[in-house]
């Protein structure tokens, strides 16, 4: 074992495995719980149970040094230092479920010296809730920052650390602070309120800034603007910043479209209406089906009409499907009478039973077949080395919505498609009949 502090995890999903794997790789020994066996024994396998790029390579490169394992007394024994990473799906009610976060809890009732690190993003108040359940509990507000699809150089190089403790739990508050110290970030000091209030901030934030992108492609598209120029010049003010103000067929996945209706319930059961957020929630909405207007504007009816999805994840490099904005928009083209094929490198297996009748094809070109119109919904690297004009000669008509502005519209063009993106006026070479 090394001179490093030991870490435990509990809950071996994206984040979990994420700061065990990347701990490990700090040079720490890492116990990581999980309660489902099957996962654990993949782990032991060095299989990965999603996508994550590097993620498996990483867990096995420390394979030494990390233990998986469905019993929280291997990780209470080993570690001080407990990571909670556990998933805080929406209830019914557009709270957060914290079931899961609670029987971590119940796990240390009878302990007295283990350090309660929250890693899961809890609606603002639960460390306290939690520290008036378990008095004694010394309780730490982490919450992390990392994006699916580059969780592992989010992790290692963070822009900021936030470590949130209250006065009587500084030393384990300083614990945590000295394992994050050798990433380097901006370590940000702070109470657990306060630290919980950042998490579910920034992602409203983030959530916002897209909402407003979006917004603003759409007043580009009817004033004859590019929204490309016109985030591109908004960024370059350092106060505005150019990071997510990519205009596209709205935000999905498992954190923003939860923390933002999560924020928003949270002020509401405080008797506070959060205005602003539900404008957010509903041009995301109203954003992912804007692509069937765009369609029909060109397609007229789209009963019988077949159309091509191009990806389904709810952004490249993983193949999480949840909140994508293809489910929302899948569903919307059946609804209209459309036939629906799609393709996805790696999100198709879990998409399945999740996008009714939409036929599955095995490449790309495969789903231009015979296809009236495509979709680009996931913007895939893959995707911008196509061959267009091959493409083109299989499609029924050429025509190409960019619900991400991903292509380039001369190569398109060039290729003898008709192309429209988000935010930009139409432009086409080919006559769309
Ligand atoms: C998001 C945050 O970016 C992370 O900081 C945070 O840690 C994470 O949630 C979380 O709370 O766990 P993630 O959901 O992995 O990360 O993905 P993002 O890269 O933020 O993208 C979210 C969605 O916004 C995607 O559907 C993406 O296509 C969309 N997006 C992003 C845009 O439409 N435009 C942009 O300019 C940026």
């Not at 015979?370 to 996931?378: E, I, K, Q, S």
């Not at 190569?411 to 988000?422: K, M, P, Q």
């Given at each position: 074992?090394?001179?490093?502090?030991?870490?435990?995890?509990?809950?071996?999903?994206?984040?979990?495995?994420?700061?065990?794997?990347?701990?490990?790789?700090?040079?720490?020994?890492?116990?990581?719980?999980?309660?489902?066996?099957?996962k654990?024994?993949?782990?032991?396998?060095?299989?990965?149970?999603?996508?994550?790029?590097?993620?498996?390579?990483?867990?096995?490169?420390?394979?030494e040094?990390?233990?998986?394992?469905?019993?929280?007394?291997?990780?209470?024994?080993?570690?001080?230092?407990?990571?909670?990473?556990?998933?805080?799906?929406?209830?019914?009610?557009?709270?957060?479920?914290?079931?899961r976060?609670?029987?971590?809890?119940?796990?240390?009732?009878?302990d007295?010296?283990?350090?309660?690190?929250?890693?899961?993003?809890?609606?603002?108040g639960?460390?306290?809730?939690?520290?008036?359940?378990?008095?004694?509990l010394?309780?730490?507000?982490?919450?992390?920052?990392?994006?699916?699809?580059?969780?592992?150089?989010?992790?290692?190089?963070?822009?900021?650390?936030v470590?949130g403790?209250?006065?009587?739990?500084?030393?384990?508050?300083?614990?945590?602070?000295?394992?994050?110290?050798?990433?380097?970030?901006?370590?940000?000091?702070?109470?657990?309120?306060?630290?919980?209030?950042?998490?579910?901030?920034?992602?409203?934030?983030?959530?916002?800034?897209?909402?407003?992108?979006?917004?603003?492609?759409?007043?580009?598209?009817?004033v004859?603007?590019?929204?490309?120029?016109?985030?591109?010049?908004?960024?370059?003010?350092?106060?505005?910043?150019?990071?997510?103000?990519?205009?596209?067929?709205?935000f999905?996945?498992?954190?923003?479209?939860?923390?933002?209706?999560?924020?928003?319930?949270?002020?509401?059961?405080?008797?506070?209406h959060?205005?602003?957020?539900?404008a957010?929630?509903?041009?995301?909405?109203?954003?992912?089906?804007?692509?069937?207007?765009?369609?029909?504007?060109?397609?007229?009816?789209?009963?019988?009409?077949?159309?091509?999805l191009?990806?389904?994840?709810?952004k490249?490099?993983?193949?999480?499907?949840?909140?994508?904005?293809?489910?929302?928009?899948?569903?919307?083209?059946?609804?209209?009478?459309?036939?629906?094929?799609?393709?996805?490198?790696?999100?198709?297996?879990?998409?399945?039973?999740?996008?009714?009748?939409?036929?599955?094809?095995?490449?790309?070109?495969?789903?231009?077949?015979?296809?009236?119109?495509?979709?680009?919904?996931?913007?895939?690297?893959?995707?911008?080395?196509?061959?267009?004009?091959?493409?083109?000669?299989?499609?029924?008509?050429?025509?190409?919505?960019d619900?991400?502005?991903?292509?380039?519209p001369?190569?398109?063009?060039?290729?003898?498609?008709?192309?429209?993106?988000?935010?930009?006026?139409?432009?086409?070479?080919?006559?769309?009949?």
């Amino acid at each position: 074992m090394s001179d490093l502090q030991p870490v435990g995890v509990v809950g071996a999903g994206w984040v979990g495995l994420v700061t065990a794997a990347c701990f490990a790789e700090l040079g720490h020994t890492v116990v990581a719980r999980d309660i489902v066996q099957e996962k654990v024994d993949a782990l032991d396998r060095g299989e990965l149970t999603f996508h994550e790029p590097g993620l498996a390579d990483l867990l096995s490169q420390n394979r030494e040094r990390l233990t998986f394992t469905t019993d929280i007394a291997d990780v209470l024994e080993t570690a001080k230092l407990l990571f909670v990473c556990v998933d805080t799906p929406p209830t019914y009610s557009g709270d957060a479920d914290l079931s899961r976060v609670r029987s971590v809890v119940d796990d240390l009732r009878s302990d007295g010296d283990h350090v309660l690190v929250m890693k899961s993003t809890v609606p603002a108040g639960t460390g306290e809730t939690i520290r008036r359940d378990l008095p004694g509990l010394a309780y730490v507000s982490c919450p992390e920052f990392l994006k699916e699809g580059t969780a592992i150089k989010d992790f290692m190089n963070p822009e900021r650390v936030v470590v949130g403790a209250d006065a009587e739990h500084g030393e384990a508050g300083d614990l945590v602070e000295e394992l994050y110290r050798p990433l380097g970030g901006e370590m940000v000091r702070t109470d657990v309120a306060s630290a919980e209030m950042i998490k579910l901030a920034s992602n409203a934030f983030l959530a916002t800034k897209i909402s407003f992108i979006n917004e603003i492609a759409n007043v580009c598209e009817e004033v004859g603007a590019d929204v490309g120029e016109v985030a591109l010049g908004m960024g370059l003010d350092s106060r505005i910043g150019p990071a997510f103000l990519k205009a596209g067929i709205g935000f999905g996945g498992s954190c923003f479209p939860k923390d933002v209706n999560a924020l928003k319930m949270l002020a509401g059961n405080t008797g506070y209406h959060f205005q602003l957020l539900n404008a957010v929630i509903e041009v995301n909405e109203l954003q992912k089906r804007r692509v069937v207007g765009k369609l029909q504007k060109h397609l007229g009816s789209l009963v019988g009409k077949r159309i091509a999805l191009l990806g389904l994840a709810f952004k490249p490099d993983t193949d999480d499907m949840r909140e994508a904005s293809s489910l929302v928009l899948s569903a919307r083209l059946q609804g209209e009478g459309a036939e629906v094929v799609a393709f996805d490198p790696v999100a198709a297996k879990g998409a399945e039973g999740l996008l009714g009748s939409v036929t599955m094809a095995d490449s790309a070109l495969g789903a231009l077949d015979g296809a009236d119109a495509v979709v680009l919904v996931t913007e895939w690297a893959e995707f911008s080395d196509l061959d267009w004009t091959e493409a083109a000669s299989q499609m029924a008509r050429p025509l190409l919505i960019d619900g991400r502005n991903f292509l380039d519209p001369e190569t398109l063009h060039a290729a003898g498609f008709t192309y429209e993106g988000i935010g930009k006026s139409v432009s086409s070479s080919a006559p769309v009949a």
